[in-house]
């Protein structure tokens, strides 16, 4: 990500202009790039959530804000649901839902932290400084492969994984990983984890051949696998990933470059480590 020209964009309805204005002061007083991008609720805002997709590059970050101004209507919700945040996941960029006024929140959001404005102004501002601060820092771009894999077993360390060492270049995985916990008897389990870290170009995506590889050695070893990457998946090595671990019951956990930026924002001691701090002003 390019730190130095981060632009955030605050999308909502026309009707909660007031608000968007208000939270635009604020971001802006610390030194964020904000731009107001309304969403007019007509026969064709479909038409104006794809606009605003196009306009937006992969530097940029997203906020949407929630409201039943934005979401009471069908054609809106739809837009939400079904466009909007698809087409920015497409595109790898970052979205920041926050909730102004209590709504139902759209199900693609609902695994995604949604920052609350609506109970606690104040604590909501501070809870956006800090993403936006944390998305302004993190360049994967500036890192090495081995600095990539050195943040990697940092931020599963930060979990409660126990790194084991690597494989030096025989394997498909750089290293091993256990992860303890207790069964709902009482007792101590511990799971091993295959870990790959894959640093890619700007733009880069994994590929069949990637995962196949680590596939391979996850059934060999009777673990479970675990791709970090600061790209994507492309279409083919989703659907193959999806079918593979369905018809023969392996589990591979993949965290790609949006979801990793937005778990590294919660790990400040990690971010600090890795990349160097940028003023907000």
Known sequence: MTTSNLRTFIAFAEE?????VRLSRHLQADG????????????????S???LSTSIKPSDVVMILLSPNLLDGSTHASAVTDTFVAELDRRSIDLIPALLVTCDIPSPLHERRIIDLSTDYTAGIRSIRGLL??????????????????????????????VRGDSYGVESYD????????????ASETTRWLVEAKLYARGGRATVHTVQRLLMDVVGKRARGLLVTNGRLTSPTREYL??????????IRVIEGPELRRLLVGRPNIVSKYFPPISAK
């Open 16 to 20: 909660d202009t007031h608000s968007a």
């Open 175 to 186: 290293f091993r990983a256990d992860y303890s916990s207790t069964d709902p008897f009482g």
């Open 133 to 162: 601060t944390g998305y302004k820092v993190i360049d994967f771009s500036a890192l090495t492969p081995r600095k990539f894999e050195e943040l990697t077993r940092d931020f599963l360390e930060s979990y409660g994984f126990k």
């Open 49 to 51: 959530l794809e606009n």
């Open 32 to 47: 964020f790039n904000i731009e107001l991008a309304p969403l007019v609720r007509t026969f064709d805002s479909v038409a």
């Open 242 to 251: 999806d079918e593979y671990s369905l018809s023969m019951g392996i589990w």
